[in-house]
């Protein structure tokens, strides 16, 4: 049976972005055609925890309503390198826990990180949302391979815009940032766009 995971920011006790976490939830187990699927408020106040500081709240779970925590203190860290890496077939559209695919892309680059291109369009990291900045303004892709909760909370609050980001425009956006559950837009660091190594029209490897 499949497994899913939700990654969650605990930070000095508070738990964010609930609402949007336990929808995405809400709507794994309703695509599969399940009723009802856990809560994850209740989960998470089971776990009384009462440490100050940041941590991430991994709960894997399945269909059946099964489901196991973990709590992890967690630091954000500066990622060195970027490469665009092309996969036109892969599927991440729930949050599945197999992340073979993932792995598998990120040990054939030659970069900490990856960017996927999915029929010449700008998705997401192995693990999270891009923004992008031209201007004053952020921008992330129209084309995600996951909506993620961060990527949800700051289009409702109109602090970034959707655009239709490809290989042929990148180079247009100065600089670009990860986000996810636990990088928050504010806190993350903001690389140059020449950070990816192998931009369209750059001398040097560029083959995808």
């Known amino acids: 049976m499949s497994q899913f995971i939700e990654s969650i920011k605990i930070e000095d006790k508070k738990i964010f972005l609930l609402d949007l976490h336990q929808k995405r939830v809400d709507d794994t187990f309703a695509h599969f ?7 994850l408020a209740e989960i998470f106040k089971n776990l009384e925890h009462d440490e100050d500081g940041l941590y991430k709240l991994r ?32 599927d991440y559209s729930f949050k599945f826990e197999d992340r073979k695919e993932l792995e598998k892309m990120l040990r ?15 998705t997401d990291t192995s693990f999270s949302n891009l923004l992008f900045k031209k201007g004053k303004e952020w921008f992330t892709p129209s084309t995600y391979l996951l909506n993620g909760v961060q990527r949800q909370y700051l289009l409702k609050n109109k602090k970034i815009k959707e655009a239709e980001i490809t290989l042929q425009n990148i180079a ?36 995808f």
């Open 33 to 39: 055609g399940k009723e009802s699927s856990i809560n």
């Open 59 to 90: 709960i894997s779970y399945d269909l059946d309503k099964n489901f196991r925590t973990q709590l992890i203190p967690y630091a954000i860290s500066e990622i060195s390198n970027f490469q665009l890496v092309v996969n036109n077939i892969y």
């Open 108 to 122: 054939q680059a030659k970069s900490s990180e990856i960017i996927i291109v999915k029929n010449n369009h700008i």
């Open 172 to 207: 247009e956006y100065s600089h670009f940032q990860i986000i996810n559950a636990m990088n928050d837009f504010d806190d993350m660091f903001i690389y140059p766009i020449a950070r990816i190594t192998n931009l369209p029209g750059n001398s040097g490897d560029n083959e």
